[in-house]
């Protein structure tokens, strides 16, 4: 740890960067390609994770950590695993209507645990393929990866999704259908939206995008206008892969911003949060933030410093509205780095110097809680997780070269999707 805090700037990002991208190689299936959720032992995959995972391999490449036909053969794998897996309503089948399951056997690709055919997560896995097929622009292996990268975005029907409505359900199970709750509010979802309105075969219906926007809610929070979303995650995840500076739809020409702006106000409110700290957390202050989604301490009751704190598990946390029990995602902090790199660093910096125990084999664990003791020991999550492993990689990626943004510009399915949605400026 002593060796981290003493490093530069762009060596510490480089090294952090280069453990967090290490966790979707080492936790890989040999056979399928196939990701795991978590580093925990048995965890299944999260097939949001593959599509991180295809996301980072041109980051190994154009980094040196791997060669070219390495990561080209790990990518081919995984697609033509996923093309040849079974789409049926079967209840154990891999996925259906071109999308999949949210949780995966690793050996079987088979669904687990009940899970739902879940939209965001298959979007996240199919922007993975996009960039897959955007990078590899050779012959050979990097044509096949090209062919079966657009049969996977093809066949999706993200019209079906929509359950004959101008919404768009969260998800669906071959037990009981659709499920009964679908996208309200700004959320991660961009990206969802974007793919499937720039689709060739299934698209979803013109009116779908403006019928989720006017669920948005503009706030003044913290002495800032933002559009809201509590979690930070829901501000970082959709912009993963697409450049949102200086682009804009109709509700953000409305506020003469930007959802890349958006999120850099999010930003500060998040640090300001941290510097009010209204419930008194430990630890909370501006350089001790990133209250979002993932583990926290197990759901109950505990009494300290004169007060009852409940906690929550894993769980959807955001500000300032909550839900907020003291857990912040250790990782987040450096996530930002493409929208504020200041705050970015100040804060992971932070965290090194106070907290080192957050930070093992120079990655971060996933919910860290010092309002929460045993002993000397404050809360600390087990082991890592694949969504902010993977996220890490090629956010900084983005912050130090662009890359994963330069690829998807070129993507015409993305191009065709946010004209859908109606962006229009920028580099469109």
């Given at each position: 740890m ?5 490093l530069s700037?762009e ?7 280069r ?11 040999m056979?399928?390609?196939l ?35 390495e990561?080209?053969r790990?990518t081919?794998k995984v697609?033509?695993?996923l093309l ?6 079967a209840p154990?089948?891999?996925?259906y209507?071109?999308?999949y399951?949210h ?5 079987t ?9 879940s939209?965001?997560?298959s ?11 955007g990078y ?9 990866i ?5 049969a996977l975005?093809r066949r999706?029907?993200?019209?079906w999704?929509q359950?004959?409505t101008?919404?768009?359900s969260?998800g ?10 679908g996208w ?13 309105l720039?689709?060739p075969?299934?698209p979803?219906?013109a009116?779908?995008?403006e019928?989720w ?5 503009w706030?003044?929070l ?13 501000h ?16 953000m ?6 959802y890349?702006e ?5 930003i ?11 419930y ?13 989604a ?10 300290g ?9 894993y ?5 300032p509205?909550g ?8 990782w987040a ?10 705050a970015a660093?100040?804060g ?10 957050v930070i093992?084999?120079?990655r ?6 010092p309002?929460l003791?045993?002993g000397?020991k ?9 969504l902010?492993?993977?996220l890490?990689a090629i956010?900084?990626e983005?912050h130090r ?14 191009r065709?999707g ?6 229009t400026g920028g580099w469109?």
């Amino acid at each position: 740890m002593d060796g981290l805090k003493h490093l530069s700037d762009e060596a510490l990002v480089l090294r952090l960067q280069r453990a967090a991208f290490s966790y979707l190689t080492d936790y890989a299936d040999m056979e399928t390609g196939l990701v795991a959720d978590t580093s925990r032992a048995g965890s299944p995959c999260s097939i949001a994770v593959v599509g991180f995972a295809l996301s980072a391999y041109p980051v190994a490449i154009e980094n040196g950590w791997l060669s070219r036909s390495e990561a080209a053969r790990l990518t081919l794998k995984v697609l033509k695993f996923l093309l040849e897996s079974e789409q049926s309503e079967a209840p154990d089948a891999t996925g259906y209507k071109g999308f999949y399951y949210h949780f995966l056997d690793m050996k079987t690709g088979r669904r687990v645990w009940q899970c739902e055919l879940s939209l965001i997560d298959s979007a996240l896995l199919i922007a993975g393929i996009l960039v897959a097929a955007g990078y590899f622009n050779g012959g050979g292996v990097e044509s096949e990866i090209r062919d079966r990268a657009d049969a996977l975005y093809r066949r999706v029907d993200w019209h079906w999704a929509q359950n004959g409505t101008s919404g768009l359900s969260q998800g669906w199970k071959p037990e009981c259908g659709f499920l009964h709750y679908g996208w309200e509010g700004y959320n991660e979802a961009t990206i969802l939206y974007i793919l499937g309105l720039g689709s060739p075969t299934f698209p979803l219906s013109a009116s779908c995008y403006e019928t989720w926007s006017l669920t948005y809610q503009w706030e003044n929070l913290l002495d800032r206008n933002v559009l809201y979303s509590g979690p930070l995650f829901t501000h970082l995840f959709s912009h993963a892969w697409i450049d949102f500076r200086g682009i804009r739809d109709a509700f953000m020409q409305e506020k003469n911003s930007d959802y890349f702006e958006n999120t850099r106000s999010a930003i500060a409110i998040h640090r300001a949060y941290g510097e009010r700290n209204p419930y008194e957390f430990d630890g909370y202050s501006r350089d001790f933030w990133g209250v979002t989604a993932g583990e926290g301490p197990p759901a109950a009751a505990h009494r300290g410093m004169g007060r009852d704190r409940r906690f929550f598990g894993y769980m959807s946390r955001g500000i300032p509205y909550g839900p907020d029990d003291g857990t912040i995602s250790p990782w987040a902090m450096l996530a930002t780095l493409p929208f504020t790199p200041e705050a970015a660093l100040s804060g992971t910096r932070h965290l090194l110097e106070h907290y080192p125990q957050v930070i093992s084999h120079d990655r971060f664990s996933s919910g860290f809680n010092p309002t929460l003791r045993s002993g000397s020991k404050a809360w600390l999550s087990e082991g890592w997780y694949g969504l902010d492993q993977g996220l890490l990689a090629i956010s900084i990626e983005n912050h130090r070269s662009g890359l994963i943004w330069d690829i998807m510009r070129t993507c015409p399915y993305i191009r065709d999707g946010l004209a859908h949605a109606g962006f229009t400026g920028g580099w469109l």
